[in-house]
């Protein structure tokens, strides 16, 4: 079947701008996971959600980003006022349950975000 | 909190070489751990797991133990292939963190033929 999807797959946009990055999971995946890599700080994780709910956020950098899932599957990580450290490459990944016990988390390809 | 700590690179072998990529962790619970790997071009794959203390993960030659008392993790191939040039992730994921994944900083793998 599909694997995780992600668009863009590549975002330029000036300092400044909102920009909005969707993440679509493997069907029937509940747990869904937004992930940044980036030079200087390597592979971090962001936010998850278990269904509908986030109940991790802790990740998240500063109040410009949010993110929100809708219908249990598709994700969207929107990041306002963009500034140029927020260029990275944004990964999202899912995977079948929850905390009780650990499941593959599947990656998508990723969408580089390029802020000038 | 949880970290994961792995051998700094660049690395570079010849083709038919042994590997190990050395990994070490801290966390305070009981962490499941992975090596990812990501080649030229190719988002992140999981490579290998181990759950719990002893298990032996292994997938495509590599191998690597779950070591409790030394807290670590290394990876090693006997015999490694060009095809086996990509950058390498060690990590851990704990259940009681919703089973994030938390990185080390990753492992690029060059092997010249």
């Known amino acids: 079947g599909a694997g995780v999807s992600q668009s863009p797959s590549n975002k330029v946009t000036e300092k400044g701008k909102d920009v909005e990055l969707r993440c679509d999971p493997i069907?029937?995946?509940?747990?869904l996971y937004w992930y940044r890599q980036s030079l200087g700080q390597g592979l971090e994780f962001l936010i998850y959600?278990?269904?509908?709910?986030?109940?991790?956020k802790s990740g998240l950098p500063s109040d410009r980003f949010s993110a929100e899932r809708t219908g249990g599957s598709v994700s969207t990580l929107t990041i306002q006022r963009t500034q140029q450290e927020d260029s990275a490459v944004y990964l999202c990944?899912?995977?079948?349950?929850?905390?009780?016990?650990?499941?593959?988390?599947?990656f998508g390809p990723g969408t580089r975000l390029t802020v000038l | 909190g949880d970290s994961v700590t792995q051998m700094e690179g660049p690395v570079t072998l010849s083709e038919e070489a042994f590997l190990t990529i050395n990994c070490t962790y801290t966390?305070?619970?009981?962490?499941?751990l992975f090596w990812y790997v990501q080649y030229p071009g190719e988002g992140l794959q999981l490579l290998l797991k181990?759950?719990?203390?002893?298990d032996k993960g292994s997938n495509k030659g590599f191998e690597a133990t779950y070591r409790k008392e030394t807290t670590s993790f290394h990876l090693e191939k006997g015999s490694v292939q060009v095809s086996d040039s990509a950058v390498y992730f060690c990590?851990?994921?704990?259940?009681?963190?919703?089973?994030?994944?938390?990185f080390g900083s990753g492992t690029r793998l060059s092997i010249r033929p």
């Open positions: 990944a899912s995977s079948l349950a929850s905390a009780r016990s650990y499941n593959e988390q599947f």
């Open positions: 069907s029937g995946h509940t747990a």
């Open positions: 959600f278990q269904g509908n709910s986030a109940p991790d």
């Open positions: 966390a305070t619970g009981y962490p499941s």
């Open positions: 181990a759950t719990k203390a002893d």
């Open positions: 990590a851990l994921s704990d259940r009681s963190s919703a089973s994030k994944i938390i």
